[in-house]
Every structure is written in C-alpha cells, then in structure tokens.
C-alpha cells in the first residue's frame, strides 16, 4: 500500500452558473492507470478503480487493478494494488463506507466466471466472491448497506448482505437479447441511470432496460436505432433521465444523440438543440433537478474535448461548454449538489507520459468545488448580465459602473469553442452586427468578477 500526501494545485476549471467550479487533484492517478468508475460515498470518503490496461496492450496478462480511497475530501490519498484480482480488467465499483468496497472484474473470454472483489478493511486485504452465472463482470449499484446487485448483459444477481453471497435473478424475468446485442462499455459508473428502487441500462442494439423493483424485474424499449448504442443513461430524479447514443461498435457519431425522458423510461424523445460533440458518458447531480454533466472525447470539428453541463437539455440557452480544455472525461460521481468527483484523460499528442517504452495519456482528477443550482434554482435567482438575449445589432453589458471604470475584457466564443473576437472596453454597448446568426458564450471579466453567459444572434 502507497500512501500519497497531496497538495492541491487548484484552479477554476469550470463555472456553472457562476456557483461552482472544477479543481484539478494532482498526480492522482498515475499516467499509467484508467479510472473507469468513481464511487462517492460522502464528503469526506470516494472510492475509484483503475487499470493499466489500454489500447497499446495486447493482452490482459500482467494487469493489476489498482483502488484509490480518500477519507479527508480528496486532500489525501490511499492507492492498493490488488494482486488477487490479477489479471483481470477492473470495472465498476460501489464503496459502501470508508471502509467497505466492491469492485467487478472481467477477462472477456467465456471460461471466465466473472468474479468481484471486496474490502472490509479500507482495501488493505481483498475477498474474492463469484456470483452466479458470469453476473459479476459489469455494473454494480448497492441501494444501501445491505441491498445491491451486479449486471452483465442480459443476467443479474442481487445481495441482501452486504455482498457476501449472490442470488440470480431469473432468466424468465429478463427480456431476451439477441446473440450480437451487448453492453459496449466506455464507462461503467455511468453505464447505468438509477434513482430509488430503479434502474435503466442501454444496450448496442438501441434498446434500454428499465427494472422498477431494484433489478428483479425487467423490461425493454427500443428507444434509439437499432445500430445505434447507448452508451451512457442518467436520471436526476425517478422520472427525468437522459440516455447517450454513440453509434454501433465500428462507428461513433461526430455529434452524440440525447434521448430524454420525463416519465420515467415510458416515453424517449431525441433532443436535437443540444449542443455536444462526440459526448460518452453523462451523470445526474442528487437534488439538483434536471443538472447533468457531459463528458466529451472530441467535438464536431476536431477542436478539443470539454465538459458540457446544462439545467435544462431543451433550452440551447442552458448550456454550458467549458474547459478542461482537451481533457476527455470518462467517468463522473456526485454525492449532492456540493460533491463530485471526475475522472479524465488529456487527448493533446503532445501530453503523453513515457512510461516503461510505452505511451500514455496523461490523467486528471478534478473535484467540484461549489454547488450546482437546480433549473428551478437558476430560474429564481439567475440575474442575465446581458440584453436583450436574443439580440441583433448591440448587447447592452450591466455591470456597475463597468469595473468602476476600468477596462472590462470581452470574450466571445462559438459553441465549438473558437475565440470569436476579444477585447478590452470601457463601454457598456457591444457591437455584435458582424456575427453570423447563431447562438455564441460571451464572457465577462472584471477585476473582482467572470461572467460567462449564452445568447443568440438573430
């Protein structure tokens, strides 16, 4: 076991709504290591799990997962390696308290019983278990201390004790699964949308599963196409959820397609204002309504990745692209509208990591700092520093006496990314005529204070 005493190397990253704001973790974790789930337990106690495999190996021989823990809200780190589960490709993982964790596991061959991994001790010792009937190499959610479940592809078994011994779910409750229809994983704490008792998961087939008894009972609705993989589902509340379509296992969509619903899983909508490039993964903020996080590899031109947020997906007005700028997130948890935990990786050619003759992605560990308004919360006290929004010709700009004189700096980007034009001004009148229509982020800086907001040139 290493121990690692960190300092924090802060900086804003990301403004929503001017509440709150992302903060890098250094050196956490290692070049070398994927997270691929993060489990919030509280303020004070997260779990994650990673792995060196990468798209460079050709093999799983030689893998070690390895499981990060922090008890003090990130400002230290405990990493184990956890040789018993050698080998093996680390999944998805649900920590139970500071001291208590679950992890799965899976070698992707069909002599593989899929088994998952356990840690009573802050993950100084590990306890093998197997559910049954290869259901423990996917997702794992616990409802509380006692209740969970672990999923994989159309199979499911549930625990009342904590983990220690499995029961299948019936074959007969589940919907059945065509020979070529899987779970095509770039995530797998975001993998599937829970709130309450339920569940929903997406399948390559454009299908979603929905359990309303906490996974006894199942049912599918073919809500995308059916090449069309869902990816990634979040729900901010038991009927308010958005589901990731990312294209079949050879294709990946330029610009993702959302599918919303607002009845539970009855109904899916496609949403086509939202303004994401090739987004993977998405998570729902406890007790915000309607607040998700999107975490994009790359956007429709080629520009670097970012995160997206939004307090309401129907509203173009409600988004935000923001930096990391080429940080492409993978994996997100929040505990409340005051913590969260992210996971990413930079996809700049030139911030690779020589690590024994070969290259990796260099990682970042982001914390929120802050807290996230819900859309009712923004809608109440949200005060727009620009008008009118729509505009055509002019944006009037209300600060104060503008910086008490001094110079404000202007910056105006499109929804891409590109720096449109920037400048410093005294004057509270912004000549925007020479724009294209279209919809543009404009951010204000002061000495004391940043702004930044959406409108649209008409």
């Known amino acids: 076991m290493k121990k690692m005493t960190l300092i924090f190397l802060c900086f804003v990253i990301l403004r929503a709504n001017g509440q709150g704001s992302w903060q890098l973790i250094p050196n956490v974790p290692a070049a070398n290591f994927d997270v691929f789930s993060i489990s ?17 190996s050709s093999s799983l021989a030689g893998t070690v997962p390895q499981v990060l823990r922090t008890t003090d809200g990130g400002a230290t780190w405990q990493t184990h390696r956890v040789y018993i589960a050698a080998d093996r490709l680390a999944w998805d993982i649900h920590g139970l308290d500071e001291l208590t964790a679950i992890f799965t596991t899976n070698q992707f061959n069909s002599s593989d019983n899929k088994p998952i991994f356990k840690t009573s001790d802050g993950g100084l010792t590990w306890k093998k278990i197997v559910p049954p009937n290869n259901t423990g190499g996917v997702f794992i959610h616990f409802f509380n201390s006692k209740e969970g479940i672990v999923i994989n592809r159309n199979k499911a078994s549930t625990t009342t004790d904590g983990g220690e011994t499995w029961s299948l779910v019936p074959a007969s409750n589940f919907p059945t699964f065509a020979t070529d229809e899987y779970n095509l994983l770039y995530t797998t704490g975001n993998f599937v949308g829970h709130f309450g008792d339920r569940l929903w998961y997406g399948t390559s087939k454009g299908r979603i599963m929905r359990s309303l008894d906490r996974g006894n009972h199942w049912q599918a609705a073919q809500v995308a196409g059916p090449d069309e993989n869902i990816q990634s589902i979040a729900f901010s509340d038991s009927l308010h959820g958005i589901a990731l379509a990312t294209g079949n296992i050879n294709f990946n969509y330029p610009i993702s397609l959302i599918y919303a619903t607002s009845d539970g899983g009855d109904t899916w909508t496609l949403e086509e204002s939202a303004p994401l490039g090739d987004a993977q993964v998405v998570t729902a903020v406890p007790e915000a309504k309607n607040v998700f996080f999107f975490g994009t590899i790359v956007e429709s031109n080629d520009s670097p990745s970012f995160i997206a947020h939004t307090n309401n997906i129907h509203d173009p007005l409600a988004w935000s692209q923001l930096p990391p700028d080429s940080v492409y997130i993978n994996s997100f948890d929040f505990h409340s509208p005051t913590v969260g935990f992210a996971f990413g990786a930079s996809d700049k050619l030139e911030d690779r990591v020589n690590i024994g003759n070969l290259l990796f992605r260099r990682k970042y560990f982001y914390k929120w700092v802050g807290t996230v308004l ?22 009037k700009i209300d600060f104060d006496n503008p910086n008490n ?8 980007t499109s929804t891409t990314g590109q720096i449109i034009f920037s400048k410093e001004t005294s004057d509270n009148k912004l ?28």
């Open 431 to 458: 000549d925007i005529s020479m724009l294209s229509p279209g919809m543009y982020i404009i951010k204000i800086e002061s000495d004391q204070d940043q702004v930044v907001e959406k409108f649209l040139k008409y």
């Open 405 to 412: 004189g001094k110079a404000l700096m202007l910056t105006i």
């Open 374 to 395: 819900s859309s009712d919360e923004v809608l109440n006290k949200k005060t727009s520093k620009i008008s009118p929004n729509p505009a055509h010709d002019f944006l």
């Open 40 to 56: 919030v337990v509280n303020a004070q106690t997260v779990w994650a799990v990673a792995d060196t495999f990468t798209a460079l």
